[in-house]
């Protein structure tokens, strides 16, 4: 008699016998696994009572934060009218940004026209720095003018002084003279009191210091006189000394000139001048060069 297996009775005899090798394979890892077990099984109760103590702590923060929450409750409450504040002007921002955004495209706009107008105001600011730069030329050209004008001036302010003190005298001359018309004085008394040029006489205004008793004494005419003998001294070459006197007003003086020398390249002179008024002396000691133009100047 023959037997017949069918495939189905061949799959389900590996079946059994994939079964019983992993059976057997587990079986050999049981003793593994229960020495796991028994290791941690000591470790059972530890870990329990760590469990009761995080039960603990964990019951204590329930018990903070059920203090602490009425607290943190009444603070959001109160946060919450500033949250609304805060979200009612961010509302109010919103409405403006449009007119901000409408006054931005206004700028953009500006911006644009000024970008546009840039190269005439270019062209203006270069006229204007072409006509500053020609401006400090001129002033370039005027500055060593200006500096010599300082210099007069600052000559004219010293001699201010003494032609304040000449014009009290020449008031009270003009007073004598007006009480005296009759008795024929008048004559002359201005001859010669403006004969030397202008240009000689601006040289020549510093001879009397300020402060001194000539120029408190002189009177106009004799400084004219003194003026004119001072210069007639000077150009002559062969002369040493020269007097002066004023009949009308009794005064008289002497004028002796140094040896010549030269000082920055000018030819100049030391000169003495002695006035006397009726036996009152003061002398003047000065110095007198002639410039480039030939004009004797007070050094």
Request: net charge neutral; with cysteine; hydrophobic share 40%.
């Amino acid at each position: 008699m023959t037997t017949k297996f069918s495939y189905s009775q061949a799959i389900l005899a590996m079946a059994i016998a994939y079964f019983a090798y992993a059976l057997m394979s587990f079986s050999a890892q049981i003793p593994g696994f229960i020495h796991a077990v028994d290791r941690a099984t000591p470790h059972i109760a530890s870990i329990v009572n760590e469990v009761d103590l995080v039960r603990t702590e964990v019951a204590k923060v329930r018990d903070v934060v059920d203090k602490q929450l009425p607290a943190i409750l009444s603070r959001i409450d109160s946060s919450l009218p500033l949250v609304e504040q805060g979200l009612t002007q961010s509302e109010s921002y919103a409405q403006q940004l449009p007119n901000l955004w409408r006054h931005l495209d206004k700028m953009a706009t500006q911006l644009s026209q000024i970008q546009q107008e840039l190269p005439s105001l270019l062209k203006r600011v270069d006229a204007i720095v072409l006509m500053t730069n020609r401006t400090n030329d001129e002033l370039a050209k005027w500055r060593p003018h200006s500096t010599k004008y300082l210099a007069e001036l600052q000559q004219s302010r010293t001699d201010i002084p003494q032609y304040l003190t000449r014009i009290e005298y020449i008031i009270t001359d003009a007073k004598t003279l007006g009480k005296e018309a009759s008795s024929g004085l008048v004559s002359g008394f201005f001859k010669g009191v403006i004969s030397l040029p202008f240009e000689v006489v601006s040289g020549l205004t510093g001879m009397i210091a300020p402060n001194s008793e000539s120029a408190k004494l002189l009177t106009t005419a004799d400084m004219t006189l003194l003026q004119e003998r001072t210069v007639t001294l000077l150009e002559n070459s062969e002369q040493k000394s020269i007097v002066w006197h004023n009949a009308q007003s009794g005064y008289r003086g002497q004028i002796i000139k140094g040896a010549e020398f030269k000082q920055a390249g000018l030819s100049c002179h030391k000169i003495s001048i002695i006035n006397d008024f009726n036996g009152q002396k003061e002398t003047l000691k000065k110095l007198m060069c002639e410039d480039n133009k030939g004009l004797w100047q007070v050094m």
